[in-house]
């Protein structure tokens, strides 16, 4: 971890240096300096598809939740992860409420 942490560092002060293959601590072509803000995670960089995993897959500083995604029965809950995207008073993690989920 501190190894990823100093060679963020250094292709900070240095640009020359942020090839991928120095700074991508994950392998998904993204350095932190890129925009990359989970350099654990090749599924999180800044031209990922934002999915409902609770993650900001997309880096954009907003989860699933809260950047606006459709909520077709506003319910508060994004039609990718509501058990009932139509109806209102089912809602919640498809997992957690859906029957036979």
Request: glycine share 12%.
């Amino acid at each position: 971890m501190h190894r990823i942490a100093l060679l963020t560092a250094v292709c900070g002060l240095l640009s020359a240096c942020c090839a991928p293959e120095v700074c991508d601590g994950d392998g998904d072509g993204w350095c932190v300096v890129d925009g990359d803000c989970d350099d654990s995670d090749a599924w999180t960089h800044p031209e990922a598809q934002e999915v409902c995993d609770g993650a900001d897959n997309d880096c954009d500083g907003a989860h699933l939740r809260e950047s606006g995604e459709q909520d077709s029965d506003g319910d508060g809950w994004p039609d990718c992860d509501d058990c009932e995207p139509m109806e209102a008073t089912i809602r919640g993690p498809i997992a957690e409420v859906c029957p036979g989920a």
